[in-house]
């Protein structure tokens, strides 16, 4: 009886509970829901300082932003086939630095950490790759700061723009992606 009872509560208790999706794969590399959540937060936080760490990402922002992280792993990928671009310890370390005084103190900095289930090793692994896409770009395409690359085009680098532009998209036409279609299912782009 005691058996019968037990197979009738697990019958009725849902088969499991949704921890996380994949929002995209670029090549063999799946950018989850929380990963993005996550490499989007710094992306703004870079920008509009830690009042960004809170603020709502969805429709065009969403978009733009999934739109760049793509391209974060596509030039990542690119750069580790190529080779040739390192980062030196203390340069990632500044960096790292850099992007923690970004907030008003470092309890808030920790918070953030927290919410978004961020190891030091993973911020410091999002850098690395941010760094040496960044380094990447401008000795590729000969654009000046990071500021520049991140903020858009100036008028004096807008020929570097358009090749920037051009070369990201033929990444996108040679890569194998997939990104969450609106029911979830992964569609090849």
Not at 13 to 41: C, H, M, N, W
Not at 107 to 114: E, S, T
């Amino acid at each position: 009886m005691k058996a019968l009872a037990f197979i009738c509560f697990f019958l009725t208790v849902p088969p499991g509970v949704l921890i996380d999706r994949a929002l995209a794969v670029v090549g063999k590399e799946v950018i989850t829901q929380s990963e993005f959540y996550a490499q989007a937060r710094i992306a703004l936080i870079w920008q509009k300082g830690d009042a960004a760490a809170h603020a709502p990402i969805e429709g065009e922002l969403f978009d733009s932003l999934l739109d760049y992280i793509i391209n974060q792993y596509l030039v990542a990928a690119e750069v580790r086939r190529l080779g040739g671009v390192s980062i030196p310890e203390e340069k990632l370390v500044e960096r790292t630095n850099e992007f923690s005084r970004l907030f008003r103190n470092r309890n808030v900095y920790r918070a953030f950490l927290r919410r978004y289930h961020l190891a030091e090793e993973d911020l410091l692994h999002i850098m690395r790759r941010r760094l040496r896409n960044e380094m990447f770009i401008r000795q590729r395409f000969k654009l000046g700061s990071r500021n520049n690359i991140e903020a858009g085009l100036e008028s004096s680098n807008a020929s570097a723009e358009k090749e920037l532009q051009d070369w990201l998209r033929s990444l996108r036409d040679r890569s194998v992606l997939r990104i969450a279609a609106f029911d979830g299912q992964l569609e090849l782009q």
